[in-house]
């Protein structure tokens, strides 16, 4: 019996944050829906204090909104708000991929490569979350190379709430043009050609901002 310990409570925390964003991001709780601590800490089959604490979190990252003594809910898909994370988002991701590609390795850019067939796969078979999973993995590997910890706390801040609009966008019939941009930013990284990597990174997160109007 040695070996059992405590589920560390940063773990709940975290595995509540996970759960509750990404039934958010999905569409699974609404835009204006009431969340309660006690009904979700019940689903998860947690306390309620990790779930409020996951709450906090999602307030802070725009998920949710609060009103003190009164009410908890998913905040509605608001376009202003869209855009202006993707232009975070896309500024982190263009600071990372300039640092990131002199780092690259084959293998950095087989992964890129694989997740780019399955992103360009997933669209084609319509499977929205599939083609969010792959896109997120592509980027994330440019992101792991930067180093830069601070982008990459940004990025995953902020990327939900414009995954939130993607996911509803594609999901209505919304075409994707991103797999062909993502084998151009491909062929720069593999070419070590940085200026061109830069600038393709730019055209894929304009066209999100875009996406938002």
């Known amino acids: 019996m040695e070996a059992i310990r405590p589920v560390p409570r940063t773990l709940l925390r975290d595995r509540a944050y996970a759960a509750i964003r990404d039934a958010i991001v999905a ?6 829906a009431i969340v309660r601590d006690a009904e979700l800490a019940e689903r998860l089959a947690l306390s309620r204090a990790p779930v409020r604490e996951a709450f906090s979190r999602l307030v802070d990252e725009g998920l949710l909104e609060s009103k003190p003594q009164s009410y908890t809910r998913v905040t509605p898909l608001v376009t202003a708000d869209v855009r202006d994370a993707a232009a975070v988002v896309g500024a982190m991701h263009e600071l990372v991929t ?3 590609v002199p780092r690259l390795g084959a293998a950095d850019i087989a992964a890129m490569r694989a997740a780019n067939e399955r992103f360009a796969a997933a669209v084609g078979a319509g499977d929205v979350d599939a083609a969010l999973r792959a896109d997120d993995e592509l980027h994330d590997v440019l992101v792991r190379a930067s180093r830069n910890s601070a982008a990459a706390a940004t990025v995953a801040r902020y990327t939900p709430l414009i995954r939130r609009l993607e996911r509803r966008r594609f999901g209505e019939g919304g075409s994707c043009r991103s797999a062909g941009l993502h084998e151009r930013l491909i062929d720069a990284c593999a070419t070590g ?6 600038l393709v990174t730019a055209e894929i997160w304009r066209g999100l901002e875009e996406l938002a109007d």
Not at 193 to 198: K, P
């Open 27 to 32: 569409g699974e709780i609404e835009p204006g």
């Open 98 to 100: 300039r640092v990131a």
């Open 193 to 198: 050609d940085v200026d061109e990597a830069v």
